[in-house]
């Protein structure tokens, strides 16, 4: 490498939108932008590898991530699905750990809340939810329910008077070690139907489970989580999840979300494969001077373009109600695709530096291994969106 690092602002398109796209926003949100994109270089960027090394969470980060207000940028800021979209982009491209737990917390269990809960619940549960004083997490997946959890949840609820009696596991659940809620799904015994019910962590019979050795996302605390006979209040029923129906109306919105994390997984790659090309040295020249590194670093831009122009659509088709399930997941499945490209590319670029996670490269690469399969596998999302064009399943 070069002497001096080099400064990642002072090339070129240095925020990798190539095509402008950030234009689209107002001037209010790309002021907002800028003001996140700050916060991350100050607080996120300079720990995040760290971190991802120790498997640790930097809980200290929460108060800080409170006061510069994330949490549900649409329905209560009243800014438009395209910043918040990018927004989320932005974070993961600082830290994909750190926009999963945003994104478990503010799309996942949050988005369960607004979406599902009553106006009374919602005033009960919001505020907290909303300042970051209560962490939460989304319980779905199940150890043997991964892609069949719509008609294969395996944990059960049964009415008991004013309470519910739950029972079950769930796996892969992110923020859970240190989470104060989790919203559950389960099946209720008496209809059948999938239901969900917000559950205090503290209440016995709830155990949760730090999952261990994991090669992606490292810092998100994901848990395996036990329910035995665990009692939870009529009142913590969310009063409009009464079937799967209700659940995908949270998923379709996540699926989005992580799609735009597909795209900042991209820009980071792009931003670590250029900065390298431009300082590392071989044969007397920087690699950037090489034609086929060129090649490299404009297929690793070409796939975050064309990305982040259909999450762009899709975002605008969000804002007027338009968007549809299989455009959620064509666009989970595509961004994906190419976002495992990308980090491929990117790796190779740096050889054997691309290896470890000095150069940060390596964590990058393995992150997007998570991301190309939550919120749905590449191979399911693909046949959402085949049976849409098709008008049959293929399935099952």
Excluded at 20 to 28: A, D, G, N, R, V
Excluded at 77 to 83: E, I, P, R, Y
Excluded at 154 to 171: E, H, P, Q, V
Excluded at 335 to 360: H, K, P, Y
């Amino acid at each position: 490498m070069s002497a001096a690092a080099t400064d990642i602002n002072s090339l070129p398109y240095a925020d990798g939108d190539f095509f402008s796209f950030e234009q689209l926003l107002s001037s209010k949100e790309q002021d907002r932008l800028a003001e996140v994109r700050s916060f991350l270089a100050r607080e996120v960027k300079p720990i995040a590898v760290d971190c991802w090394n120790r498997a640790e969470f930097p809980l200290d980060l929460i108060p800080k991530l409170a006061e510069l207000d994330l949490v549900s940028p649409v329905r209560r800021q009243g800014h438009s699905n395209l910043f918040a979209g990018i927004v989320h982009a932005e974070v993961t491209r600082a830290d994909t750990s750190i926009a999963t737990f945003m994104g478990v917390h503010d799309g996942l269990f949050t988005g369960s809340i607004e979406a599902l809960a009553s106006p009374e619940q919602q005033d009960a549960w919001l505020p907290d939810i909303y300042s970051l004083r209560k962490i939460g997490a989304f319980g779905l997946t199940e150890p043997l329910g991964g892609s069949d959890v719509a008609g294969g949840t395996r944990t059960m609820a049964r009415r008991d008077g004013d309470r519910w009696i739950l029972n079950g596991a769930k796996r892969w659940i992110g923020n859970a070690t240190f989470s104060d809620w989790v919203v559950v799904y389960a099946r209720d015994v008496a209809d059948n139907q999938v239901k969900a019910f917000l559950v205090d962590t503290g209440l016995p019979g709830f155990s949760a489970t730090k999952i261990e050795n994991k090669i992606s996302l490292r810092t998100v605390q994901n848990a395996d989580i036990t329910l035995e006979n665990v009692a939870v209040p009529d009142f913590f029923k969310l009063a409009n999840a009464n079937s799967f129906r209700d659940t995908n109306k949270v998923l379709k919105v996540t699926r989005l979300a992580v799609a735009w994390q597909a795209v900042g997984q991209q820009l980071a790659a792009f931003d670590v494969a250029r900065r390298y090309a431009v300082e590392r040295h071989q044969f007397g020249r920087p690699l950037a001077s090489f034609q086929l590194v060129q090649s490299q670093l404009v297929q690793i831009l070409g796939n975050a373009v064309s990305s982040m122009g259909m999450m762009v659509r899709l975002s605008q088709l969000e804002d007027a109600g338009r968007a549809k399930d299989e455009q959620s997941a064509l666009a989970k499945a595509f961004t994906t695709a190419r976002m495992r490209e990308s980090v491929a590319i990117g790796r190779s670029l740096l050889g054997g530096n691309g290896i470890v996670t000095d150069f940060e490269m390596a964590k990058i690469f393995a992150d997007a291994e998570a991301i190309y399969s939550y919120e749905g596998t590449h191979e399911v999302n693909t046949l959402v969106a085949g049976r849409a064009i098709t008008g049959v399943s293929a399935i099952v």
